[in-house]
């Protein structure tokens, strides 16, 4: 075993540890379970000497053993039982942690991590890897103890018969150790690519189920469904190569058994004819008499089978193996930059919003914005206008602080951003995205979002400054109807306001709208336009739109392109400079 | 469950053998126990030889055995792994066929648990039914049978009670799949939470809902563990119950044998010996409880995903006798179309129209007016509920898919670009040159953009397209549409995040290379649908208005109204 193996054992074995107040219990229950088991055959070999006593069936002792048998098997059951529970619970508890921080983990996650991570591949980390896991904790745990107290036991009775013949041991068991620690440096790999095949298929699958329409609309379904079973005959590869060699490890140790029993078995029958004609007298290391060697045998064959057992469940390890070190790789990626510790709490904002020469890329090799400087004083709205790829949704991400700048500052109210909590800054602003985004839930439960607490009153409040109320009201079930995912009972534009309404009810002091009402039609947007001037009087806001009707109105608009601020002025003033934004603005009566 | 074997069928003569391989192996490996009774009995004490003789016998027996395992486990994974392939092939492909309605059904998370978690229980357990099937019935079957040579009425005990076993696998069986299906169901659940806020992560984290993200979470975690425990701890009662009622029997064995010897009816030896079968049975007997258990999970498993896979196609070609030709020279006809999504309220009320090769029309209306509706018709998504759509004539009703499909070429609302370079998601997996995507995106204006970037058209987009823009993206799905040189391009809602310029940019260039080709173009913005032959005004799902711009100016005063808003209105304010 490597550091990393090691690392990644340990770490399950915390885990295991922290409920120690319910693994030493089912340790001891564990040890009961098998002794009470242990006893009946002992019990039921003095019950069939009283029968075969020479002076008749001696019932009274028959009868004696019986009721004790049946006292050890019952008990024993009971006890088993109680242990499956135990650790059914024990897993469970567990389990139920690791998904706790394996989703803890990912919200604080750059947002940037889940641009290159197929929702997919998260999902399999957190299903099928975690659930890989949960059984072999909750079924193969129980048998490693079983088995260590089975071969440990068995051992000792051994070394009591003969020393000599354990010496066959001394051979195979650790031909057999080495022999599957071979097997499984070679394996290892393989089951660590199964793992990560299967993430990738659940990865392609989840994709192209959200895009289901579109393959249809295109009769793709056939294509996609090709590129799908690529990926499938790759997955199943993997898994199958897994298995293949996998294969070879139950039998193979179950061979070393066998093969040790079989020279146990010779070496012993010559032990015995020595001790038989004299060579071996009583008393010394090679003694043995026919029933030792019968017992010998007997408990080489109790101690082979939970090696065995474990071989064979050897295989479930590795995978949980690699399936542990794919959700701890998660529980270990670095999180969104950790708050600097003094940073202090945006509170009372005024909305000053300062950009001081900010230079952004989202990758050291390519910058987005080159020295972006502007300010937004309190209460001002503030247009951001420029081609499509300009850089106006990464200004919108160093304002929420999703990303940091690679060199200037960002700063509210004279506070640089980075010296903030990250919670009271985002708190501090609301914003409409024009991706909308509504979870599966009721249309109340989707717009309160916006603010805890909200109650049904400002929710109506806000759908009907949205002018979204009329249509929810006209569903059957109203607020309460259920949102689903390909949303055939809601159109893109209802969508968007009803998050519009969810930023209404919401009351930061800053506003930001990114093409918030791009899926609106240009009515309803005049008719929701009066609730926006509300939202917006006394907030400092950023808009970036298309609809010149939008902008033409902010106090500054800003013009960005190729990441520079080419024209900043307000609408009078950038129409007098002939340039971009004028273009722009008469290109709508063209 | 019978979903499974039907798909097996095809690997029985491979299993057979595989299974047979295992048997041989396993017979020779039972072979051991009476060699070494053997030695013990007859040959120790008597030649040396002997002993090494029969040792050596005990080794090749061992791996003979170890052989045969290893070959009929790998035949085993392979039968899996063909069988979990085909499946989850199967199983995708239907997914992607069922219809919109029938997807909301299901929802998304749970088709998603059905192809990965469930197609891997199902395979998990036909991989571990051919490694473990083997040995266990036949020390069973061989132990019960020489049990009933050896003395007829000691067996007795044991099938008495056999009845008491199976009414427990029953009784356990019948709860045990209600249960696994519930914690499948959680699974989704689960799912569900997790797939939402890898895509909201931008929302959750702008309205700083992290900590409530954790609580919603923690809820669906929560449920997952309890059914989880409750199906596990039902579950965990078999296991005991078996073994205590196999012990139970084998005390029975004692306290009748005990009786029987001392009426002579029986001799001690055979009651040691009927208590080593009985322990041989008994073992043998957990492990069947074990794979029990996990017939009941993959039972629910494959419940999941017969379901999916029994699900029938609401949408199929219908017979042109059945749905007759229409004597129209139009290539598009919608003749007095109603639809209703849910049967109650109709979405879309007595449209009516007709639009010639190589037309332009525009469909305006405000959210909500059934404009996203009547496209779902046109491609069939959904099938009308009265009056009927045309194509040259032919009820689409009647047209195969393939050909259909292959007629559109469409941008969405519901945009979808994945993680592939630029050029493939344009090209869409469909045979089209390189030329041709390129022609395609010059027309769309995504020319420029896309040879902006370094490695051009093979950029690679993340999924969803998150690392471009909205008006990028747009103009990506328009290419998209056009590459294919549909007869019918549509463009719904497709150019509502591009800026005027671009826009304009766009319609011109449309007018000038796709003169042939009849356009649809659902908008919002007048300035879109302006230069169209005819635009229909569509408000509620009826048509309130229909004609040419100038037209519609003078006679409809909801188009008067929105095109003031738009470009009228701008100025006054």
């Not at chain 1, 990303?403 to 985002?426: A, N």
Request: charged residues 20%; glycine residues 6%; neutral net charge.
């Amino acid at each position: 075993m490597n550091k990393i193996q090691k690392d990644i054992l340990w770490r399950l074995c915390k885990y295991v540890l922290h409920y120690w107040y319910l693994f030493i219990p089912a340790v001891i229950l564990t040890f009961f379970s098998n002794q009470l088991s242990l006893l009946g055959p002992k019990y039921s070999g003095s019950a069939i000497d009283a029968i075969a006593a020479e002076s008749g069936v001696a019932f009274d002792i028959v009868r004696y053993n019986v009721v004790r048998m049946l006292v050890c098997y019952v008990l024993s059951a009971v006890m088993a039982y109680l242990l499956a529970t135990l650790m059914i619970f024990i897993s469970q508890k567990i389990v139920y942690t690791m998904r706790k921080q394996v989703f803890e983990k990912l919200t604080s996650l750059p947002v940037g991590y889940f641009d290159t991570h197929p929702t997919g591949d998260i999902i399999s980390h957190i299903s099928y890897d975690i659930d890989t896991i949960n059984s072999t904790l909750a079924h193969d745990l129980v048998q490693i103890m079983t088995s260590l107290y089975t071969v440990i036991g068995s051992l000792i009775f051994m070394w009591n018969i003969s020393k000599p013949l354990i010496v066959v041991f001394v051979i195979t068991v650790p031909a057999a150790i080495l022999f599957t620690r071979y097997r499984s440096k070679r394996v290892r790999p393989l089951f660590r690519k199964r793992s990560r095949k299967l993430g990738e298929l659940n990865g392609y699958a989840e994709e192209m189920l959200s895009g289901c329409r579109s393959i249809q609309a295109y009769a793709r379904e056939d294509v996609i469904g090709e590129r799908f079973q690529a990926r499938n005959t790759d997955a199943m590869d993997a898994h199958y190569d897994a298995d293949y060699y996998g294969a070879i490890m139950g039998p193979t140790v179950n061979f070393i058994n066998n093969l040790s029993i079989s020279l146990i078995m010779i070496l012993g029958g010559i032990l015995y004819m020595l001790s038989q004609n004299g060579m071996a007298p009583e008393g010394t290391l090679f003694f043995i008499t026919l029933g030792g060697v019968a017992q010998f045998v007997q408990y080489s064959r109790k101690f082979a089978g939970p090696i065995n057992e474990f071989a064979n469940i050897l295989s479930e390890f590795q995978s949980a193996f690699s399936a542990a070190e794919r959700v701890f790789r998660i529980i270990d990626e670095e999180p969104e930059k950790e708050d600097v510790s003094d940073a202090v709490a945006l509170e009372a904002v005024q909305g000053k919003v300062t950009f001081e020469d900010v230079v952004f890329g989202y990758t050291p090799d390519k910058e987005i914005l080159h020295g972006i400087s502007m300010t937004a004083e309190p209460g001002k709205t503030i247009a951001i206008v420029g081609p499509t790829g300009a850089g106006k949704t990464t200004i919108i991400s160093l304002l929420m602080r999703f990303y940091d700048v690679t060199s200037g500052s960002v700063k509210v109210d004279g506070k640089d951003v980075r010296e903030l909590t990250r919670k009271s800054l985002r708190k501090a602003y609301t914003m409409v995205l024009q991706d909308t985004w509504l979870f599966r839930g009721t249309i109340f439960e989707n717009i309160a979002y916006g603010r805890e607490g909200a109650t049904l009153e400002e929710v109506k409040a806000a759908a009907k400054a949205a002018r979204i109320d009329h249509y929810i009201e006209s569903l059957p079930e109203g607020y309460d109807t259920v949102l689903t995912d390909d949303g055939i009972n809601i159109s893109k534009g209802q969508r968007q306001l009803i998050t519009i309404a969810r930023a209404m009810i919401s009351d930061s002091e800053m506003l930001i709208l990114d093409e918030a009402t791009s899926n609106v039609d240009s009515r309803t947007e005049i008719k929701i336009q009066e609730a926006m001037t509300e939202l917006m009087k006394g907030r400092t806001c950023f808009v970036i739109a298309h609809r010149l009707s939008t902008i033409q109105n902010a106090d500054r608009i800003i013009v960005l392109q190729d990441g520079r601020i080419t024209e900043s002025g307000n609408h009078d003033e950038l129409m007098g400079l002939g340039g971009f934004y004028s273009t722009l603005y008469n290109s709508q009566f063209q | 469950m019978k979903m499974v074997f039907k798909y097996l069928e095809k690997y029985y003569g491979r299993m057979t053998l595989g299974l047979s391989i295992k048997v041989a192996g396993t017979l020779v490996e039972l072979l051991l126990p009476y060699i070494l009774s053997h030695i013990l009995a007859d040959v120790i004490g008597k030649e040396m030889s002997d002993i090494v003789f029969w040792g050596v016998l005990m080794i090749v027996c061992s791996a003979t055995a170890c052989l045969c395992n290893i070959i009929a486990n790998r035949m085993a994974a392979r039968v899996s792994r063909n069988f979990a392939e085909t499946l989850r092939r199967d199983l995708f492909r239907k997914t992607l066929r069922l219809s919109a309605a029938q997807t909301d059904k299901f929802t998304i998370p749970s088709l998603e648990s059905r192809i990965t978690t469930d197609t891997y229980n199902v395979h998990h357990f036909v991989n571990m039914m051919q490694r473990m099937g083997v040995r266990a019935p036949i020390l069973l079957m061989g132990g019960i049978a020489i049990t009933l040579f050896m003395d007829a009425s000691l067996s007795l005990v044991m099938i008495a009670i056999l009845p008491l076993i199976f009414i427990t696998v029953y009784l356990i069986s019948r709860n045990g799949v209600p249960l696994y299906t519930k914690v499948q169901r959680s699974v989704d659940g689960m799912i569900r939470v997790v797939r939402e806020d890898a895509q909201g992560i931008r929302v959750i984290k702008a309205l700083s809902k992290t900590d409530y993200e954790h609580k919603r979470y923690d809820e669906v975690n929560r449920k997952l563990v309890k059914d989880e425990v409750r199906a596990g701890v039902i579950m965990g009662t078999v296991n005991p119950v078996m073994t205590m009622f196999m012990n139970v029997g084998s005390v029975a064995v004692i306290a009748l044998g005990a009786f029987r010897v001392s009426k002579g009816l029986s001799n001690p030896e055979t009651i040691i010996a009927f208590m080593q079968y009985f322990t041989q049975i008994s073992m043998a007997m957990m492990t069947v409880t074990r794979m029990f258990v996990m017939y009941t999970k993959s039972a629910a498993s494959a419940k999941r995903i017969a379901e999916v896979l029994g699900t029938q196609e609401d949408i199929t070609v219908k017979e042109k006798s059945e749905y007759r030709n229409k004597d129209t020279k139009a290539h598009i006809c919608f003749d007095h179309v109603s639809f209703s999504y849910k049967g109650k309220r109709n979405n879309l009320e007595d449209i009516h129209f007709e639009l010639q090769k190589g037309g332009r029309l525009g469909i305006i209306g405000a959210t909500g007016s059934g404009k996203s509706t009547l496209i779902k018709l046109l491609m069939r998504f959904y099938d009308v509920g009265q009056g009927g759509i045309y194509i040259n004539g032919e009820d689409i009703r009647t047209i195969e898919k393939e050909r259909l499909y292959a007629m559109f070429g469409s941008a969405q609302q519901y945009d979808f670009l994945y993680s592939e370079s630029i050029e493939e998601n344009i090209r869409f997996g469909r045979e089209i040159s390189h030329e041709a995507v390129e022609e395609a995106a010059r027309i769309a204006q995504a020319h420029e953009f896309i040879t902006a970037f370094a490695e051009g058209y093979e950029h690679k987009l993340t999924p969803h397209g998150t690392n471009i823009s909205g008006g990028q993206k747009q103009r990506i799905l328009i290419s998209r549409a056009l590459a294919g040189k549909p007869e019918i391009l549509i463009l719904d809602d497709s150019s509502s995040a591009l800026d005027y310029k671009t826009d304009a940019a766009l319609r011109k260039a449309l007018g000038e290379h796709l003169k042939d080709t009849t356009v649809i173009t659902v908008a919002q913005r007048v300035s879109s649908v302006k230069d169209c032959d005819f635009i229909l005004v569509l408000e509620e799902g009826r048509i309130i208005g229909m004609g040419t711009h100038e037209e519609l100016l003078d006679a409809c005063v909801e188009y008067r109204e929105i095109s003031e808003s738009q470009m009228g209105g701008a100025f006054v304010e």
